[in-house]
């Protein structure tokens, strides 16, 4: 099939798909009777505990959401773009400054640091596209530790989080080109002439997790969209699709779905950090930054079905799957053979100095999912599931190697098929981005869920569905609202950490931490006081702070408790402060006390039988 009749077949089936059996209203009794013994196999009794854990992202929420698998309930949320009063996050000094000028983000996908290509447990990136920034979320307590950014030279980091194999980066693509440096006008007119695009390298500090800008690469203004990292035979490299070849600089809905084709971007990470290395950066917006037209070997252009989405490393590392949006197919490109071109220089022409590969003689494949497909995950036993945002299905299929039969009609090599209610953007497959993805479940992460709750009015909920890849068919077990809006996500096994619950007292290297009553007190200079105050079942020590109209007042707080849920807030009425201390912990609050009066401060975490009476005044003199 040419591209052009794909497409008509594309457009015709997309009305046919309004019909489907996809679209069966909820309630039906086929819908409920199947729903009994799935339930069964999702059901995590009292007392019991989840196998896995799911962190998907919460969108614009800017917050990670935990849930735990199979049960599919929401058991946590991880404040990260955006303040978050049930644990303080955003209120103390330390996460204030982290969060800077921004009270929300726009958080896409999350991505587990790994070693040797599996998770180990420590780390998850996740990304804010909206203003450009990466967060790094310490999984030994679930907190946010670090949010770096804006980066410099970048707009719209929605190509990422990918990690590397043994998280050497966490590697970024932007959505956005924009004129360069930061903060330049130009007339968006002129766009293909005066816009770029990046792909960074933030490099993460093996011991702290630390993220930093280490590189990057200078991009024609293609949008670039989802990315992966390689493995295996593809390690060492990174993939990202995009969309926009056209260089359209508005009107993207017509402008940049012209061409048949977009570009892939092939990128040698290794090769980016040796250029590097060797000095061929030009310090831009202080990154040292590489014109691949300049330096050969970093970045090279695969040609891919128009308009695609994902781009998927399989576990092996070797096969790589695009997905056009526009197009009923997924693109299997063979990396080896890729990796053969670049060696023999076989380019097809290049586009601002970068070399584009042959589209046909790279090809392993068009394998016909079905309509719209977005992203894929594997199960690591040879089979590709694909999302189909236009059918509202998930595609299973078997990935090459493919016998001469299966080549003739590469119908033959898709498995199975399953809706979902409906419209599903990503899915996930735990581990399937690592060498040994785990299979056993897949959850859709539907975009739209159109009735499939009670009615909560225009705002409707979103949903999620689990579903069981186990057999040679999936099975749907179980649908859940999950909080919007969800976009990727990530499963890890749960006996893969083991969180603290309890900062140890000896860790607290906080220098204004108090242990005991006689280690509290106050203490003004000048206008400034300072409140070192301990809270402890059931009281804050001292529990009056005297201030003056105009005072700035700063209370370092601890939590002496070393015992496990034990845990305080100190919310300060009309005074919009709200702070929460886990057990071990020390957090600084800094405010101005502007108003004269009373103001009582109360325990804001229910912590025992007197936790009502922990409370006290902040009483501020004229
Ligand atoms: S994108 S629905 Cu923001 Cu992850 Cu594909
Ligand atoms: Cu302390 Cu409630």
């Not at 998280?167 to 770029?196: C, H, M, N």
């Not at 040609?303 to 799957?321: E, F, L, N, Q």
């Not at 939590?559 to 849920?565: G, L």
Request: with cysteine; proline share 7%.
């Amino acid at each position: 099939m040419s591209p052009r009749t794909r497409l008509l077949s594309a457009g015709a089936l997309l009305t046919a798909t309004l019909l489907t059996p996809a679209c069966r209203p909820p309630g039906s009794r086929a819908a409920a009777a199947s729903a009994t013994s799935p339930a069964a196999s999702t059901y995590v009794a009292p007392g019991a505990k989840d196998q896995f854990y799911l962190f998907y992202s919460g969108g614009h929420s800017g917050q990670v959401y935990v849930a735990g698998l199979p049960s599919m309930r929401h058991i946590a949320t991880i404040p990260v773009f955006a303040r978050y009063p049930a644990t303080g996050y955003g209120y103390d000094e330390e996460s204030r400054k982290m969060l800077g000028e921004f009270t929300w983000g726009d958080m896409h996908h999350p991505g587990l640091s790994q070693t040797d290509g599996r998770y180990d447990g420590r780390w998850l990136f996740v990304n804010d596209n909206a203003n450009n920034r990466v967060a790094r979320i310490d999984l030994r307590d679930f907190k946010t530790r670090q949010i770096l950014g804006p980066i410099p030279n970048s707009s719209g980091t929605h190509g990422s989080s990918f990690v590397t194999e043994n998280t050497e980066y966490v590697l970024v693509a932007t959505r956005f080109s924009i004129p360069l440096p930061k903060g330049r006008y130009a007339d968006p007119q002129r766009y293909e002439a005066e816009f770029s695009g990046m792909v960074s390298g933030l490099a993460v500090d093996p011991k702290s997790g630390t993220l930093s800008v280490g590189w990057q690469i200078l991009t024609p203004p293609f949008n670039w969209d989802l990315g992966s990292t390689g493995k295996g035979p593809s390690s060492g490299w990174a993939f990202w699709t995009s969309y926009n070849s056209e260089m359209a600089g508005t009107g993207l809905e017509a402008n940049a779905t012209r061409l048949d084709r977009d570009y892939a971007a092939i990128v040698n990470w290794r090769a980016a950090e040796q250029a590097i290395k060797d000095g061929k950066g030009t310090l831009t917006g202080g990154v040292p930054m590489i014109d691949p037209a300049k330096v050969p070997g970093v970045m090279y252009f695969l040609p891919v079905p128009k308009s695609p989405h994902g781009i998927d490393t399989d576990p092996s590392g070797r096969w790589i799957v695009a997905s056009g949006k526009l197009q009923p197919v997924a693109s299997v490109f063979d990396f080896e053979k890729i990796r053969q071109a670049i060696d023999r220089h076989e380019f097809t022409g290049n586009v601002r100095g970068v070399p584009v590969l042959n589209y046909e003689a790279l090809l392993e494949g068009d394998v016909p999912v079905g309509l719209g497909p977005l992203h894929t995950q594997y199960d690591g036993k040879g089979n590709a599931y694909t999302s189909l945002f236009v059918e509202s299905a998930v595609a299973k299929w078997r990935l090459p190697p493919w016998s001469p039969e299966d080549r003739k009609d590469l119908n033959k090599v898709v498995l199975d098929k399953i809706p979902v209610h409906y419209n599903i953007g990503h899915l996930v497959i735990g581990g399937s981005d690592t060498r040994e993805p785990y299979g056993q479940y897949l959850v859709a992460m539907n975009k739209l869920s159109k009735g499939r709750h009670v009615s909560v009015g225009p705002s409707q909920p979103e949903s999620s569905e689990l579903i069981d890849i186990t057999g040679s068919k999936m099975g749907l077990l179980a649908e859940a609202f999950t909080e919007p809006e969800p976009h990727f996500a990530q499963i890890l096994k749960a006996d893969r950490i083991t969180p603290i619950e309890v900062y140890p007292k000896g860790e607290n290297h906080d220098a204004d931490a108090v242990w005991s009553a006689d280690q509290t007190g106050i203490t003004r200079t000048g206008n400034k006081v300072v409140v070192k105050m301990m809270a402890i079942r059931s009281k804050f020590v001292p529990d009056v702070i005297e201030a003056h109209a105009g005072d700035e007042i700063t209370i370092h707080l601890t939590n002496v408790e070393q015992t496990t849920d034990m845990i305080h807030g100190l919310g300060i009425v009309e005074h919009d402060m709200n702070v929460v201390v886990d057990p071990g912990e020390t957090k600084t609050v800094r405010f101005k006390a502007n108003k004269t009066g009373v103001y009582p401060f109360y325990c804001t975490n229910f912590c025992s039988a007197l936790h009502q009476e922990m409370q006290g005044y902040l009483a501020v003199k004229p």
